[in-house]
């Protein structure tokens, strides 16, 4: 099939992860097929070979500044108006390329489009955590049984409680001028959602699960909730839409929540 081009995905790699082969193996499986473009600021053979086997093409990021750096390389690096930055340790679904760019087609002026996940730890999938069921509440509650939202208040409504919006699945609309932070370790997306949310352009939000995320110790995630980086950064975020003591009252609730389910935040 000929690849579609008005969107396409770039797979941000670093190192040599063991889950990488099956991320490509998924996105050269879709059924409306998407160029493939893997960046990485860390070059190396395992990721050459790979991109060649599923037919991505490999870009070098010449400089090692960290994730917000490399999602911007990636998003730079992309040809086509219309960008998923596949997560490296992820896999995206069969008909992820074809419900995304059927939602495009509806919504010519999305700035964001975003699915459904569901989380698998090695080959299993999980049952659907407490954390997953609250993200869940809240994008009903900002979209309100609707697939889109278009004002300012109700794009910003589905992350006044945290970052509902799951960043492996996010279509992104290069003309928005959008770029992460790169100040931040982890909430890059919350941070980038937000300001999305202030700009014109509608966010689109498909209920079907169409990534399989993968849960991990070795996740840059799990990591950073050990070091406490990932509280800090929380507290940063709340405070961008509540007044001070709510904020801190929110970061609170989910300082709690990764200390009693470290493994289930995503």
């Not at 730890?121 to 979209?143: D, V």
Request: proline share 7%.
């Amino acid at each position: 099939m000929t690849p579609t081009p008005d969107h396409c995905f770039v797979v941000p790699a670093y190192g040599e992860s063991p889950y990488l082969a099956s991320c490509l193996e998924s996105l050269a499986a879709q059924t409306n097929r998407s160029p493939v473009v893997v960046a990485t600021s860390t070059p190396n053979a395992y990721i050459t070979k790979l991109a060649m086997r599923y037919g991505a093409n490999v870009v070098a990021n010449p400089v090692r500044e960290g994730i917000g750096s490399d999602w911007n390389f990636a998003l730079e690096s992309a040809p086509a108006r219309w960008v998923t930055l596949a997560h490296q340790d992820d896999i995206y679904m069969p008909a992820f390329s074809k419900r995304t760019l059927q939602a495009l087609a509806l919504h010519p002026d999305a700035s964001l489009v975003f699915t459904d996940y569901r989380e698998i730890e090695n080959t299993q999938q999980r049952p659907i955590s407490p954390l997953l069921r609250i993200k869940h509440l809240l994008l009903e509650l900002a979209f309100l049984g609707s697939n889109h939202a278009s004002s300012r208040f109700f794009k910003t409504n589905s992350l006044r409680f945290g970052c509902a919006i799951p960043c492996p699945s996010a279509t992104i609309n290069r003309e928005s001028g959008l770029r992460f932070d790169t100040g931040l370790r982890v909430d890059l997306d919350w941070d980038a959602w937000l300001s999305l949310a202030q700009r014109p352009g509608t966010f689109v939000y498909l209920r079907e699960p169409l990534i399989q995320h993968r849960v991990h110790q070795g996740s840059e995630t799990t990591s950073a909730i050990e070091t406490g980086c990932r509280q800090r950064e929380d507290a940063m975020m709340f405070a961008r839409v509540w007044p001070r003591p709510i904020a801190n009252m929110l970061a609170s609730a989910y300082r709690a929540s990764y200390r009693s389910n470290r493994t289930a935040i995503s």
